[in-house]
């Protein structure tokens, strides 16, 4: 299999806060890679590294391929309200492809993510799933050699969420899409993922790569009762737990007070 | 109708006031409005020579003042608005240019242009050249970081960039500026007019008075209110246009 990505010993500081260091992956052709790590780890570090928005101080990132997209976990602010849905598609496009093929290719994105009647409104006229889906439909007309998305489900729902998450899944399969999606939800990066990579507290560093032994076609409600989910879920919630016994401590430390205090309310 | 009606009531009243007033008063400065508009409408109407020759000119001068203004400020308050260290060595320099009264500026204007249009159009385009500038430097500055990552992340190209989000997204800024400059256009039009030339409507205002025709200055008066109400009007509904894709309320964002 060929790398699309390949990561090596990459570290960033800001002035005197190290937010990564050392880290080393690669992201194979056509896999669904998820980074998964407490909030504020330096996650969306590694994603503006890899995505050429900040230069690391250290180590480099290779990407197989001239161009990545990127969907951001705030689609209103991603997306041009000036524009119409397919406006917002082909703007990236502009630069490369010509007027016909444009709208050819807009029209066959919006269609993949269901949104083809949506087509001449403005995005503010959506819902946020709904403009959450423009931006990935952005991102796959653009053809990128990686997509890359930053905790794209975090400002939706819990329905929305699943329907989205399961929409990923299937436009992927079709179109063999390599994808790094960064995520802070444990349950969400197992149930997308081909491969988990779980990051400790700042500075981030790699904790873990897990192979997710599940089958591709996955479902809402089997795959999260399924015992691999289940077991491989609780491994990288304990995994994310080790890196910051402090604050841990104190927390539990906390949790156990108030349930002995209610206990004690209990008994009266 | 109820509408038409609510919005005009109020100026309907005071003219008719006015009317009964100048009547009862029979004061020459103040003639009743039924003369000013008839005077109004033979002088400025009726009159082919007044329209050529002061309007026309009057108009021209205005708009070309404004669009050259605008031309200016845009561009460079859009450059200005994207850079901080620009902003940082320029903006003393723009807060005090902007503090100068424009009409302070006539007289230098008369040394550098003579008298003629050149002044008049320095005057115009150096008065409403701050509001455009200053709100296209803010427009551009709210640019959110969301849609420059976005930009950056797709390679979109420097003139995209600009003309494709910036300056969309700088737009209604740039309209507040363009609303204000028009209104102050009209005033240093008038102002430019007044001294060293006898082409214009500000300048046939002066003659009116120095005739003691107080009803033909009243009329004057009239006509820059209406071309003031008129220009103001068209520029709202290129406005309203240009503005559509702004989300118009809460209650139909989620339509």
Request: proline share 5%; glycine share 8%; net charge neutral.
């Amino acid at each position: 299999m060929t790398n699309m990505l390949e990561v090596a010993d990459l570290g960033h500081t800001y002035g005197e806060h190290q937010a990564i260091a050392g880290l080393s992956f690669n992201v194979g052709a056509g896999e669904l890679v998820c980074v998964v790590g407490p909030s504020g780890c330096g996650k969306s570090t590694l994603l503006r590294t890899i995505s050429g928005l900040i230069t690391p101080s250290h180590g480099s990132v290779d990407l197989n391929g001239d161009h990545l997209a990127v969907v951001f976990q705030d689609y209103s602010r991603s997306l041009f309200p000036w524009l119409s849905v397919q406006g917002n598609v082909e703007f990236p496009l502009r630069r490369t492809t010509k007027r016909a093929e444009r709208r050819r290719r807009a029209a066959e994105a919006l269609e993949w993510v269901g949104l083809t009647d949506a087509a001449k409104k403005n995005p503010w006229q959506l819902s946020g799933g709904m403009q959450q889906r423009v931006a990935i439909a952005r991102a796959l007309a653009y053809q990128p050699s990686l997509l890359l998305m930053d905790e794209p489900f975090a400002s939706v729902d819990a329905q929305t969420r699943f329907e989205l998450e399961d929409l990923l899944l299937k436009v992927r399969r079709e179109l063999g899409a390599t994808v790094l999606v960064v995520t802070h939800d444990i349950d969400e990066a197992v149930y997308l993922g081909d491969r988990i990579l779980v990051l400790s507290g700042s500075p981030a560093r790699l904790v873990a790569d897990l192979k997710v032994d599940l089958p591709a076609v996955r479902d809402q409600v089997t795959t999260r009762t399924d015992e691999k989910f289940v077991t491989l879920r609780s491994r990288v919630a304990r995994l994310l737990n080790v890196g910051k016994p402090t604050v841990d401590i104190a927390k539990w430390a906390a949790a156990e007070r108030e349930s002995l205090a209610e206990e004690a309310l209990a008994d009266r | 109708m109820n509408r038409f009606l609510q919005r005009w009531t109020v100026f309907g009243g005071i003219v008719a006031c006015w009317q009964l007033f100048a009547w009862l008063g029979d004061n020459p400065f103040f003639p009743p409005p039924s003369q000013i508009l008839t005077a109004a409408w033979e002088w400025w109407v009726l009159e082919p020579s007044n329209v050529t020759d002061h309007i026309l000119p009057s108009v021209g001068r205005l708009l070309t003042g404004w669009l050259v203004a605008a031309g200016i400020g845009i561009s460079l308050g859009l450059l200005l608005g994207r850079s901080d260290t620009a902003m940082q060595y320029a903006g003393p320099l723009l807060t005090f240019l902007r503090s100068i009264p424009p009409p302070a500026l006539v007289p230098v204007f008369l040394l550098l242009f003579k008298t003629g249009t050149s002044m008049q159009l320095a005057t115009i385009v150096f008065g409403v050249l701050w509001p455009i500038l200053l709100n296209s430097v803010d427009g551009a500055r709210s640019v959110d970081v969301t849609k420059l990552d976005t930009s950056l992340v797709f390679q979109i190209p420097r003139a995209q960039w600009v003309l494709g989000v910036v300056l969309p997204a700088a737009s209604p800024k740039i309209f507040a500026g363009l609303r204000v400059s028009l209104s102050l256009s009209l005033v240093l039009m008038v102002i430019s007019e007044l001294v060293g030339t006898d082409s214009g409507i500000g300048s046939q205002l002066m003659v009116a008075q120095r005739e003691f025709d107080y009803t033909r200055m009243w009329a004057g008066i009239v006509l820059l209110g209406a071309i003031g109400y008129g220009l103001n009007t068209a520029l709202l509904a290129v406005e309203r246009r240009a503005l559509a894709w702004q989300p118009r309320s809460l209650d139909d964002q989620h339509a």
